[in-house]
């Protein structure tokens, strides 16, 4: 993954109860999830194109094909942490994304995601729409963040 | 259950991807995680008595003995529903509350719960710790809507 | 609902950690979300309903409408329970069930849902398909268990 | 990782309608949700290590530090998929797994993950406990299947 990928969206999100496992820390699935969440707010919010309308209506759907993921530090029930999103490449067929959460006390979790624009129709990849990848570019030359967050972990 | 429960807590909550099913409404347990998270915002938020903290220092459960559901209408991915929250009963080692998610289109869900205050440690029902009940009490008698919502369905 | 719903399906069940939170015993939505599974299970392996197919290619929905619910003693990591489905009613356009769960001290849970089928294609409640009403007749004439277990709580 | 990781470990498991999204595919956390119950059952049935036990009475947790996952293929509801754990290295204080999760079709996705050891009383990583060890080092040394699956994808 390139070392350059500033910060395009950002979103405090509280652990819950239901994040958390016997040992009182987050579940790791639990973090994926949030970052499912990002990525639709980041859609909806930021770059202007409805998630739910562009999954049930448009039936273009964005699964994922490869994730790598670092577990720094435990986050516990009831404290607030950020969700860093960082858009790392624009693909013919895909996007590659970057997500940092952080606590208090630095870095709790990274985690690179590989997203294919695919057909929920077909279930084949299709190419990156075009209002898609307009938003995209647009966010690309607008982050929010100037320093670089995205390097590789 | 009484037919007098003026709302004390209000959310709205977006219906996520993730909180859906394959045929595309909320899947009803999700319903009762953000049921969950919607207690917990109104214990730390509103009550003033910090739930992470209840539960993780001072060793005080809520645990759910009773439930009824009604489900009315779907919600769907992309939608954001209210959640309203009313305090029907102080117990002495319990409260019934009453939670009801809204739409567009009136409500969707229906909620009664009864939960027991626990001490996690013994795994015994306590009496409603003072502070707690006085935060109870005094959200009982504050109100933020002066109608009636907590009719029994 | 009936004082006679004898047993017509049972299923062990462990207790994962992804189930329980951090006071250690099972999150009570992740119940429910066992009593789906259950449900699915009854249908495909017992009913001789193929439940994926009835919702993916016959698009017959079995959303929950009424769930009532008891929560008698909490479950843990590791324990086995068991869950016995008792059919309680067959409607027109719908089924009561219920559901009680039981560990080695006795009930854990035990949950009334009625159930209705409906098109997912139009969202509206449909009659119970001729196939599935011969299935659920001849289950409520052929209960595993002769004793009467589906007494409400 | 090594090349050289057979596999020792194997267990079917059925997709739910709980673990599908709205595109009618498995929900990716939820894959991780099942390799974690896979690692579960693994040490419960498989080393002789109950691992409720582990976690709730020694305190000892098996956190991931490091996930690298590949999504190859999607899982409809109503399948059931193999998953296979190799065992890829014992470390000092930790364990390298794999996980490979295959349908009719192939493989559906591949997940290496590094779990450490760790003292649930203080949070800090331990060295591998000596039981676990030596039945880690037996598992390695009786895989299930002589060829080796484990290879980084």
Redesign the interface.
């Known amino acids: 993954m390139t070392e350059h990928a500033p910060v395009v969206f950002e979103r405090p999100v509280r652990i ?3 994040h ?6 987050v ?4 973090y ?2 949030l970052t ?2 990002l990525v ?1 707010d980041w859609f ?1 919010d930021s770059l202007g194109i ?4 562009m ?2 209506q448009r039936r273009v ?1 964005l ?10 530090r ?1 986050s ?4 607030t942490i950020s969700l860093a999103l960082s858009l790392v490449r624009i693909g013919r067929r895909s996007l590659d994304i970057r997500i940092v959460g952080r606590g208090s006390d630095g870095v709790r979790f990274a985690a690179n995601q590989v997203l294919v624009t695919m057909s ?1 129709d077909t ?1 084949e990849s299709i190419g990156v729409p075009d209002d898609i990848r307009a938003a995209l570019t647009h966010a690309a030359a607008h982050p929010i963040h100037p320093e670089h967050e995205g390097t590789t972990p």
């Open positions: 819950r109860f239901a958390c496992d016997p040992a009182g820390i579940f790791f699935p639990q994926l999830t499912n969440a639709e909806t409805d998630y739910a309308h999954i049930g759907g699964p994922i094909v490869k994730l790598e993921c670092e577990f720094a435990p516990r029930m009831g404290e929920l279930g």
